[in-house]
């Protein structure tokens, strides 16, 4: 079939792709084709609307990719499990549901970059108060949003667990925030989350849904690109593997919303990128652009996990046999275990002086779980995911055949920089300092992970290496910048592709570097604005919004942070070998 002819086609209906088919086709004028490789997220799709279930989707081959790295050689050469949706709405259709925009000079990171002042926080606040309905923030809060499409809820945090953590970070020397969305990101208190009314509010159902009944909009699924078509360097639509047949589809504009695995491969499978990569597959370069798939970025974590002397956590809702009554409370009413993510507070800290802003972010559980489901061996648990959050690691991502459907080879060199590694034995020491505070003396039954044992340097990082996941933020393999910078690929000010016309990106993989929290808001945010940019608006006015520093900083040393010069490989030491 090759009559179709679109104004835009969207490549990906994930969390980005749902922002831009919404903005784009909204006034009706504009023909818009939303091609997502996955399938759709049903409403009756428990495993996706019931907050609770987030454990099942991950690895779950309907509904996860089940991408993996190579094998990762400062951890034991472990290849690492990502998991990221495929279906309608993408990751945020299978994630933990927990919103963090970052910290605000995450962005003056980004603005500080040459060509990237647009970029700032000033310039990014107004798109992430577009996007949002925060019903826990004052209607006067300057930096939060109040009629947007994703309506945030605060965790309660209600368990006794919950309030006996927040007290121990106090006891630790740390502050209580109101709202690490807000104008304090620094400190630790109750999260935002994306569940509405005690079911997922994913970015297909807050964006995507609305508008599927515009007759300008049209969205398949089960639709997998394999090449963005052009004449000379001017995109003109894609071609797609549909029901066992090959299609082809024109466009005025594609843009590309695969995040930052799918978009770097499908740019290199259409001869954008390297070009001796490239000829080494037999595929012909179209634009040189070596930039494409490097500069990869991601949090590593852990579980530091505690039994529970006292009968107060979630642990036993993990028994099977109590399934049907919690499912039935959350089918009735919406109500119940089910209805919650968990993911109800934490907290952002400093790790030593030499970081300008928090460089660990902890997430705090009242239940010692895995993300796959996996259990500790306890009747009662409680555990702090915790992992440094702008490691000066540098990864790449390189396709290894011209079938797109064959997963790309993904390094991310976990571990393997001085700084990352002091930065994890500082994480670890930093929990444990929390979780032995008073506070939570009455309730801890002893660390069950990583366990007494182990207390050295190298223990530490021995046991990081052997147990730590990803916190599932890949990013940064297309970034933004200017044309001057040799590994730029998408201009700052149209989300063009560099040296190529027709051709836009707008998801994780424009970011420049990863922000300090999980990236789901940061991507939302990016997408509200490129959809201005690719429509031609005059972007939303900067807001200058005064936001907690820890101490008196000029723009210059306001990005006190790793250079984004891909840091050269540490050896590993000789004892040293995963919402």
């Given at each position: 079939?090759?009559?179709?002819?679109?104004?835009?086609?969207?490549?990906?209906?994930?969390?980005?792709?749902?922002?831009?088919?919404?903005?784009?086709?909204?006034?009706?004028?504009?023909?818009?084709?939303?091609?997502?490789?996955?399938?759709?997220?049903?409403?009756?799709?428990?495993?996706?609307?019931?907050p609770a279930a987030l454990t099942f989707p991950s690895g779950n081959r309907f509904y996860d990719w089940q991408y993996e790295s190579d094998p990762e050689p400062h951890m034991h050469a472990r290849k690492i499990a990502h998991a990221r949706g495929k279906v309608l709405g993408g990751s945020s259709s299978i994630?933990?549901?927990?919103?963090?925009?970052?910290?605000?000079?995450?962005?003056?990171?980004?603005?500080?970059?040459?060509?990237?002042?647009?970029?700032?926080?000033?310039?990014?606040?107004?798109?992430?108060?577009?996007?949002?309905?925060?019903?826990?923030?004052?209607?006067?809060?300057?930096?939060?949003?109040?009629?947007?499409?994703?309506?945030?809820?605060?965790?309660?945090?209600?368990?006794?667990?919950?309030?006996?953590?927040?007290?121990?970070?106090?006891?630790?020397?740390?502050?209580?925030?109101?709202?690490?969305?807000?104008?304090?990101?620094?400190?630790?208190?109750?999260?935002?989350?994306?569940?509405?009314?005690?079911?997922?509010?994913?970015?297909?159902?807050?964006?995507?849904?609305?508008?599927?009944?515009?007759?300008?909009?049209?969205?398949?699924?089960?639709?997998?690109?394999?090449?963005?078509?052009?004449?000379?360097?001017?995109?003109?639509?894609?071609?797609?593997?549909?029901?066992?047949?090959?299609?082809?589809?024109?466009?005025?504009?594609?843009?590309?919303?695969?995040?930052?695995?799918?978009?770097?491969?499908?740019?290199?499978?259409?001869?954008?990128?390297?070009?001796?990569?490239?000829?080494?597959?037999?595929?012909?370069?179209?634009?040189?652009?070596?930039?494409?798939?490097?500069?990869?970025?991601?949090?590593?974590?852990?579980?530091?996990?505690?039994?529970?002397?006292?009968?107060?956590?979630?642990?036993?809702?993990?028994?099977?046999?109590?399934?049907?009554?919690?499912?039935?409370?959350?089918?009735?009413?919406?109500?119940?275990?089910?209805?919650?993510?968990?993911?109800?507070?934490?907290?952002?800290?400093?790790?030593?002086?030499?970081?300008?802003?928090?460089?660990?972010?902890?997430?705090?559980?009242?239940?010692?779980?895995?993300?796959d489901g996996q259990k500790a061996d306890a009747k009662h648990g409680y555990q702090v995911h915790v992992g440094p959050m702008y490691s000066d690691a540098r990864g790449s991502l390189k396709i290894t055949s011209t079938d797109p459907a064959a997963h790309p080879s993904m390094l991310f060199n976990y571990l393997?920089?001085?700084?990352?590694?002091?930065?994890?034995?500082?994480?670890?020491?930093?929990?444990?300092?929390?979780?032995?505070?008073?506070?939570?003396?009455?309730?801890?039954?002893?660390?069950?992970?990583?366990?007494?044992?182990?207390?050295?340097?190298?223990?530490?990082?021995?046991?990081?290496?052997?147990?730590?996941?990803?916190?599932?933020?890949?990013?940064?393999?297309?970034?933004?910048?200017?044309?001057?910078?040799?590994?730029?690929?998408?201009?700052?000010?149209?989300?063009?592709?560099?040296?190529?016309?027709?051709?836009?990106?707008?998801?994780?993989?424009?970011?420049?570097?990863?922000?300090?929290?999980?990236?789901?808001?940061?991507?939302?945010?990016?997408?509200?604005?490129?959809?201005?940019?690719?429509?031609?608006?005059?972007?939303?006015?900067?807001?200058?919004?005064?936001?907690?520093?820890?101490?008196?900083?000029?723009?210059?040393?306001?990005?006190?942070?790793?250079?984004?010069?891909?840091?050269?490989?540490?050896?590993?030491?000789?004892?040293?070998?995963?919402?």
């Open positions: 079939m090759t009559n179709e002819s679109y104004d835009y086609v969207i490549v990906g209906g994930g969390s980005a792709g749902s922002v831009l088919a919404d903005r784009l086709s909204a006034d009706g004028t504009r023909t818009v084709l939303v091609l997502e490789a996955g399938r759709s997220d049903y409403p009756w799709d428990l495993f996706i609307q019931m994630n933990g549901m927990i919103f963090q925009r970052g910290n605000p000079l995450d962005y003056e990171r980004w603005g500080a970059d040459p060509g990237m002042e647009s970029w700032d926080f000033a310039h990014c606040l107004p798109y992430f108060k577009r996007m949002e309905t925060a019903l826990a923030a004052e209607p006067d809060d300057e930096l939060r949003g109040h009629d947007g499409p994703l309506v945030l809820e605060r965790g309660p945090a209600r368990n006794p667990l919950f309030q006996a953590f927040f007290r121990a970070s106090e006891e630790a020397g740390h502050k209580r925030t109101h709202d690490v969305n807000g104008y304090r990101q620094e400190g630790f208190g109750p999260f935002d989350r994306n569940v509405h009314k005690g079911q997922r509010l994913s970015a297909s159902r807050a964006y995507l849904r609305p508008s599927r009944g515009r007759k300008n909009l049209t969205v398949r699924t089960r639709a997998l690109v394999s090449k963005i078509n052009f004449t000379g360097t001017v995109a003109t639509g894609v071609s797609y593997r549909r029901n066992g047949r090959l299609r082809t589809v024109s466009a005025k504009e594609v843009v590309l919303c695969g995040g930052a695995i799918n978009t770097p491969q499908l740019l290199q499978l259409s001869g954008v990128g390297d070009p001796a990569h490239l000829k080494s597959l037999g595929i012909q370069p179209v634009v040189d652009l070596p930039g494409v798939g490097e500069n990869l970025q991601d949090h590593l974590e852990v579980y530091v996990q505690h039994s529970c002397t006292q009968p107060v956590s979630m642990q036993p809702n993990l028994s099977l046999w109590r399934y049907p009554l919690i499912g039935l409370q959350w089918l009735l009413g919406r109500r119940g275990p089910a209805a919650t993510n968990h993911f109800e507070g934490g907290g952002f800290v400093r790790s030593n002086d030499d970081v300008a802003y928090p460089n660990l972010m902890f997430h705090f559980l009242p239940v010692a779980v895995r993300y393997s920089t001085e700084q990352d590694k002091r930065e994890w034995v500082e994480a670890i020491r930093v929990t444990r300092d929390i979780l032995g505070q008073p506070a939570l003396a009455p309730f801890s039954g002893g660390e069950l992970s990583p366990g007494p044992s182990v207390q050295t340097d190298a223990e530490i990082l021995d046991w990081v290496a052997r147990d730590a996941e990803t916190a599932l933020h890949p990013s940064c393999t297309a970034k933004m910048g200017p044309a001057s910078d040799p590994m730029a690929v998408v201009d700052p000010l149209t989300m063009k592709v560099h040296g190529t016309s027709g051709l836009r990106v707008a998801d994780a993989s424009a970011m420049p570097y990863v922000t300090n929290g999980n990236i789901y808001a940061p991507v939302m945010m990016l997408a509200e604005k490129a959809a201005d940019l690719i429509l031609g608006r005059q972007p939303l006015t900067a807001e200058n919004a005064e936001f907690y520093r820890h101490r008196a900083v000029t723009p210059g040393d306001a990005v006190e942070v790793p250079s984004a010069e891909p840091a050269t490989a540490a050896a590993p030491a000789p004892s040293l070998g995963r919402a």
